[in-house]
């Protein structure tokens, strides 16, 4: 390690020192619980008539005298409507067919929009498609003049190239290409599709959540003029049900952390980011049945952050020392040796993961809480290194902070706070997974701590602050903030490869386990975008949260 210079990690190294952070207030208050819920005949009435919707689209959607283009045109718009999770069973019927089939499938082969779609809904769902079926669309690196524009095609073919794995050069030079010729069109007013062209190359498919996508697409959607109006209502009425869910949901959390007390009962030094931590977990899911898992995972966040703030923005050097080790002791006594504030958060602590293993004891499944538990001792662990760093005014080499900066990003702990409410899927083996440090775990992880240090950096460096990931890499090697930057995107990248990969079948663990920390790691873009701290400075969430907690579909 190496002297901290007066420009990096500026920490108040006496013992007494709070790295106070003055964090923006919340921004909510009790919006969510003055909320006008729909009265329960109202509710079922319209949960009724999504019954009815589905059958309608179920039928369209198995009817045997579509043709292939059809077929995948119309999952494609399921997908991205947010109303997939209906229809599993019946769209994992038809891509088994496709993927046994492709190599004989002659039908649309020189569609450029047909096999780009093809190959991007076939790899999202884990087959192991070749790129090869590009190469008749190229020549010489690049597109051919024929399908230079074909800006549905060409979209496609962009949207597929994001599913690029390590070693696939076509799709490298694929999604260059694309990219370029999609930046002419964005800006093109003769070009009825500039709008949705600039929206995907700010938020390709497969790096955005599902729930915050739907949004754009169900309205996209209905300015489309081949659109079909029964999936149309079905994704509004649907959008608009789970709305109700999801404020239902949130309430019940407020209510918990307000019965709790830590507004009234912790000094103001911590994050108050209930709404938008609740938001966050919509990134991970939001589908009806993981509803106990969002209420589990919310309290699990809550607990998260408000250890983090007290590592990064009050507590002295000597009480995070004596918090570490109760944390690491995990037994109530040790709360008498912390001061006050520390005794009633760590109280805390223990009493909600003694209750949600007693929930989990109901099912045989209280063993998930002893998985959590060392990961929230991990956490602490790594939490207290950057601590120590930053009391003793060094900057750590890059390849240090990024070993202890993985398991700070928090993103090991929220994996397994995210599994330990999903029920029967979430089995010892899928803890055990994360214990491992999988690629995609561990990729999910990189990529959560080098977004939150791109997003955080302007913020932290006006105060006492570790030196972040940018910092270390700049004094490390010599190199620009921009430099920096472009290593740091590189690694993300990198992540991304591993997390698409371990998605491909067979896979080690069931799709639903893997999706999650997929969600989780696309989640950590609508947080962090365009190098924002979005959980941090929570006015720039408060348009993606009103779009899918407070603006219904009409």
């Known amino acids: 390690m190496e002297k901290c210079s007066p420009t990096l990690g500026q920490c108040d190294n006496t013992d007494g020192a709070r790295h106070l952070a003055q964090f923006q207030p919340d921004l909510w208050g009790d919006t969510f619980l003055a909320f006008t819920l729909p009265h329960e005949e109202t509710e079922k009435q319209r949960k009724d008539e999504v019954e009815v919707l589905k059958e309608l689209v179920k039928k369209e959607l198995v009817a045997n005298d579509k043709d292939p283009k059809e077929t995948l045109v119309y999952i494609d718009a399921i997908q991205r409507l947010g109303v997939a999770y209906h229809f599993e069973e019946e769209i994992q019927v038809i891509l088994q067919n496709f993927f046994n089939s492709i190599q004989y499938d002659d039908s649309y082969s020189n569609d450029l929009h047909y096999v780009s779609l093809r190959f991007r809904i076939l790899r999202e769902h884990g087959f192991r498609v070749s790129s090869d079926v590009f190469s008749k669309f190229k020549n010489e690196g690049n597109v051919k003049d024929t399908y230079r524009s074909d800006v549905k095609g060409i979209l496609s073919y962009y949207e597929a190239s994001q599913l690029k794995l390590r070693g696939e050069n076509e799709l490298d030079e694929a999604l260059s ?14 070009c009825c599709m500039a709008s949705q062209v600039s929206h995907a190359l700010k938020l390709p498919l497969f790096k955005h959540t599902p729930r915050l996508e739907s949004t754009y697409q169900i309205k996209l959607y209905e300015s489309n003029p081949s659109r079909d109006d029964t999936l149309l209502n079905l994704a ?92 690491q002791r995990w037994d109530k006594s040790c709360g008498n040796l912390l001061p006050d504030y520390m005794k009633f958060f760590y109280e805390v602590v223990l009493d909600t993961f003694e209750e949600i293993e007693k929930e989990l004891a109901n099912e045989g499944r209280s063993y998930a809480v002893n998985y959590l538990r060392k990961e929230m001792k991990a956490s602490c662990e790594a939490y207290m290194q950057e601590a120590k760093w930053c009391h003793e005014g060094y900057v750590p080499t890059f390849e240090e902070y990024m070993k202890n900066g993985i398991v700070s990003g928090g993103y090991y702990y929220l994996n397994a706070a995210a599994f330990t409410g999903m029920g029967e899927v979430a089995n010892k083996d899928a803890f055990e997974w994360i214990q491992e440090t999988t690629k995609a775990v561990k990729a999910s992880c990189v990529l959560a701590r080098v977004v939150n240090d791109i ?29 920096a930057h ?69």
């Open 177 to 190: 290409y694309t990219s370029g010729l999609l930046s002419s069109f964005a800006t093109d007013p003769n």
């Open 486 to 554: 472009e290593r740091l995107a590189l690694m993300a990248e990198d992540a991304w490869m591993d997390i698409k990969e371990d998605m491909l079948r067979p896979t080690t663990v069931p799709m639903p386990i893997l999706t999650r920390v997929l969600n989780l790691s696309r989640a950590l873009h609508d947080i962090y975008n365009v190098d924002e701290d979005g959980y941090t400075m929570n006015h720039f969430l408060k348009p993606k949260i009103e779009a899918i907690l407070v603006t219904p579909m009409i």
């Open 455 to 483: 997003g955080t950096r302007k913020f932290e460096r006006n105060r006492g602050h570790v030196a972040s990931a940018v910092e270390c890499y700049i004094r490390q090697f010599g190199v620009t903030q921009e430099e």
């Open 236 to 327: 509004k009425l649907d959008f608009n049900l789970l709305q109700v869910l999801h404020i239902k949901e949130l309430q019940d959390i407020t209510r918990w952390s307000e019965s709790i007390g830590f507004s009234t009962k912790l000094p103001p030094f911590s994050r108050d980011r209930l709404v938008e931590a609740y938001f966050w977990t919509l990134g991970a899911y939001y589908e009806p049945k993981y509803s106990r898992a969002r209420i589990i995972l919310n309290k699990l966040f809550k607990i998260i952050s408000i250890t983090d703030d007290i590592y990064d923005a009050y507590g002295t050097f000597p009480e995070l020392q004596l918090f570490t080790d109760a944390i």
